[in-house]
């Protein structure tokens, strides 16, 4: 029997350690059995010569507390949760996880960020495991993810499974410390003290490193220093090793673990300025505590890796859709308000946008957002009007499982959570009910949000752009919308003017758009075009943008469909017809030489002639007649 015993749960992970084993030359054992049936190959193994032990999951468990060998642990990384999650992510109810240890922070993370509406089962044998799937099973999940044992299970109660298996890394690490367990178990049959402090400090550093790691001994002298920790904090008086910790760390807390010997757990600290998530961690031996090791990471990577997840999850909407550069306008009004807006967007501060309806408020949010420094940031919108008061509320706090006023099961981050460093738009915000502008005068001056039914306060960092068409003083001294929320929001406002006050920008708006609808066919029907948008001279555009882009889409359609440009006018509304003066435009005004390069531009095409003159074809053949034109004398 060699001196490492590897139980796998499974013939393929089994493969795996086998290649790995393989390639680095060690001598190992390798057998495949799951939970109790492990303990007879293990008992037997040990009378044989077998010195470290390294297990998964509750087979890892049931040998830690059965024998005295050192059991490594095949830990099961977020990486290795990575294939479930593109199982999981769109299953139709809620996940069960199955383990043995408490399922990581950073998997429920992962859970939490990307909707997995999930529920998490401990065991310790082969009893509980089964108790552990039937009440899975009777809490309505759809789906689990697990080990060999529970998988087993779940298939007999027809469950959906998904079984997770460590990836290469993981088996070369887990090798890699098995190797130096067995030199020091070696070593220490010889020094059984120095034995026993080397296993506590592998397995300590094994289970509870993140990034930067820093050990020091029961005098407090550095003992391990990496580089990733070099890299995040600022230390001091290289080389490291041997010094006392507050030598290199002035300002750490691990000499007082050191005294205590109470383990401190994602902590934050600030360093010279860095902010710090730390694990502060005691190695005890024998009830003495014999050293301490730290582990530190970034706050600044933590944001990072919560907005590639939001990123990678934002679904529909949450990145701005519109620049300056997309605008239309050539005004003196128009070009002011975007001077304004820009000079709004470098800066952090709310922005309350008035301006009618349909003059592009949203548009100009979009493209504040893309011009400030947030720009890599979500973009969320949320839109005042189309909710209950108990439903704007859900969608801008989010809420916990449980309490979702439409019905649904899980927990959903709000609003606020999406647009976390990011720019949080709220259209319409005059429309919004009283208790919802209390809320957020609320969050805006605390800077927190808690979900319904939760009670984890969360910090967030978001710029607000709000947009009314309301006159909000006149609304607040009537007490319809909050005083407190106005100057809230008003911090910086910006006007949109009306289109009736932007001077000719309505005929830009006119021929970009006619420019899309019509695209290679637009000069057939240039003339018609021009006509038309002549008419629209004069008229105020109550809806303004919005309204013109309705119309130019209505006429482009029946332009298409060989209307004359009285016929259309015709089928305007009335409210929109009465300001378009008619004209005569009848085909007794066209001239031969006009008749001649119509049909010449429209390669002796009737139809397209008579588009381009405005008139029918039969009203064009009899002009033709009239005029003496023939086709055939037509080059």
């Not at 493969?15 to 495949?32: H, K, P």
């Not at 067995?182 to 550093?205: F, M």
């Not at 995040?232 to 205590?260: A, C, D, F, W």
């Not at 922005?351 to 947030?374: D, P, Q, V, Y």
Request: with cysteine; charged share 25%.
């Amino acid at each position: 029997m060699k001196q490492i015993l590897f139980i796998s749960p499974s013939e393929e992970l089994a493969n795996l350690v086998r290649d790995v084993a393989e390639e680095r030359g060690m001598e190992i054992t390798i057998r495949t059995a799951i939970l109790e049936e492990a303990e007879g190959i293990v008992a037997n193994a040990i009378k044989h010569n077998t010195k470290v032990v390294i297990s998964r999951g509750g087979a890892a468990y049931l040998l830690k507390q059965k024998f005295t060998v050192p059991v490594l642990t095949v830990k099961m990384t977020s990486g290795s949760y990575i294939n479930a999650f593109k199982k999981i992510r769109n299953a139709t109810g809620p996940v069960a996880f199955f383990s043995v240890e408490k399922i990581q922070d950073n998997v429920k993370s992962l859970c939490y960020f990307l909707n997995v509406d999930a529920n998490y089962y401990y065991f310790n044998d082969t009893e509980s495991a089964i108790a552990a799937v039937k009440q899975a099973k009777k809490d309505g999940n759809v789906y689990g993810v697990g080990g060999v044992l529970t998988k087993i299970y779940a298939e007999q109660l027809h469950m959906d499974y998904y079984t997770l298996e460590n990836n290469r890394e993981d088996i070369e690490i887990t090798l890699d410390a098995a190797q130096q367990v067995l030199k020091s178990v070696l070593d220490g049959e010889r020094r059984n003290r120095t034995l026993q402090l080397h296993l506590k400090r592998y397995e300590t550093i094994f289970n509870y490193t993140h990034d930067g790691i820093i050990a020091i001994d029961k005098k407090g002298k550095v003992e391990v220093v990496n580089k990733q920790a070099e890299d995040i904090l600022p230390l001091k008086n290289k080389p490291y090793e041997g010094r006392h910790i507050e030598e290199i760390l002035p300002s750490t807390k691990m000499p007082i673990v050191l005294q205590n010997g109470h383990k401190e757990l994602d902590e934050l600290m600030k360093i010279d300025n860095v902010i710090i998530n730390t694990n502060r961690v005691p190695i005890v031996i024998d009830g003495e505590v014999e050293g301490v090791v730290a582990t530190f990471r970034d706050i600044e990577s933590i944001r990072n890796s919560e907005q590639k997840i939001r990123s990678s999850l934002h679904r529909k909407g949450l990145a701005s859709r519109y620049r300056f550069s997309d605008m239309i306008g050539e005004s003196s009004t128009f070009r002011r308000a975007v001077r304004i807006a820009k000079s709004y967007a470098h800066t952090d501060s709310n922005i309350l946008i008035l301006g009618e309806i349909g003059t592009g408020k949203e548009m100009f949010a979009h493209a504040i957002h893309h011009e400030s420094s947030r720009r890599k940031k979500p973009f969320v919108a949320i839109n005042c009007t189309n909710y209950s008061s108990q439903a704007l509320q859900a969608d801008l706090l989010g809420y916990e499982n449980g309490f979702s006023p439409f019905g649904v099961k899980g927990s959903k981050e709000g609003a606020f959570e999406l647009a976390h460093g990011g720019t949080l738009f709220l259209d319409k915000i005059g429309d919004a009910p009283l208790n919802v502008q209390s809320l957020l005068a609320r969050i805006i001056d605390t800077k927190e949000v808690r979900r319904i039914g939760g009670d984890k306060v969360i910090p967030i960092d978001v710029r607000i752009i709000a947009s009314t068409s309301h006159n909000l003083t006149k609304d607040a001294g009537q007490g319809r919308f909050l005083e407190e929320l106005m100057y809230s929001l008003s911090v910086l406002t910006l006007h949109i003017p009306p289109l009736h006050e932007r001077d000719r920008d309505y005929v830009l708006f006119c021929d970009t758009w006619f420019h899309r609808n019509f695209g290679a066919d637009y000069a057939l029907y240039k003339k018609q075009i021009d006509t038309i948008i002549h008419y629209f001279q004069g008229h105020e555009w109550k809806g303004n943008i919005r309204q013109l882009s309705n119309i130019v889409e209505r006429v482009s359609v029946l332009l298409k469909n060989d209307m004359t440009v009285e016929e259309i006018m015709s089928t305007l509304p009335h409210e929109e017809n009465e300001l378009i003066q008619s004209q005569d435009v009848t085909l007794g005004k066209w001239t031969r030489s006009a008749i001649v390069e119509a049909l010449t531009a429209s390669h002796l095409n009737i139809s397209r002639a008579a588009r381009m003159l405005n008139c029918s074809r039969s009203t064009l053949y009899k002009k033709m007649d009239e005029l003496n034109i023939k086709i055939s004398n037509i080059r």
